[in-house]
């Protein structure tokens, strides 16, 4: 358990270092030798509403070196924010299963609140859904609102399944 704890942190900070430019130390941290110079594929995954785009605006997830990158999932309906929270982590798990991973796999979770007040009935929903060894997480409340209307947005970052 430890070893593979220890394999999806050296996949996060090589895809932390990789974004920043450092993408020496990034090999090598992946491959254990600095000498190895091979890139992994990278999947991307269109959203369904961008389907017949050539170019879409963004993708709805990304598959990179053992690693599953969410885009942020919003709750475009009427509803409270138990609704919303419902509604956008069911999308969360579609998405990481489309990509081949699971709710037990994710990492590190981003919850972006449109009102800090809905902090409580947020986590009554998310309690328990990421099963019994949650992931690390940030909750901020976001100024302005969240894009789309959504009382929530979630993104996460989750290891493939082995």
């Known amino acids: 358990m430890e070893t593979q704890r220890r394999g999806a942190l050296r996949k996060i900070a090589t ?10 130390f990034g090999r090598s941290l ?3 030798s ?4 091979s890139a992994s594929p990278i999947t991307r995954f269109k959203r369904e ?18 690693l599953v990158y969410i885009a942020g999932k919003g709750a475009h309906f009427e509803g409270d924010i138990k609704d919303h929270t419902e509604h956008v982590l069911e ?22 609140l449109a009102d800090l007040h809905d902090y409580k009935a947020m986590n009554e ?3 328990g859904k990421f099963g019994k ?24 970052i989750a290891a493939l399944k082995s």
């Open 49 to 66: 509403e961008d389907e017949d785009q050539e170019v879409p605006l963004f993708s709805s997830s990304v598959v990179h070196n053992g």
């Open 34 to 37: 600095p000498g190895n110079t």
């Open 133 to 156: 060894k949650p992931p690390v997480r940030t909750t901020v409340a976001v100024y302005g609102g969240v894009p789309g209307d959504s009382l929530v947005e979630i993104d996460c």
């Open 91 to 112: 999308e969360l798990k579609k998405e990481l299963e489309k990509a081949g991973s699971s709710m037990e796999h994710v990492l590190k979770v981003n919850v972006y």
């Open 125 to 127: 929903v998310y309690h």
């Open 15 to 24: 895809s932390v270092f990789g974004l920043v430019g450092v993408a020496a």
């Open 30 to 32: 992946n491959s254990g």
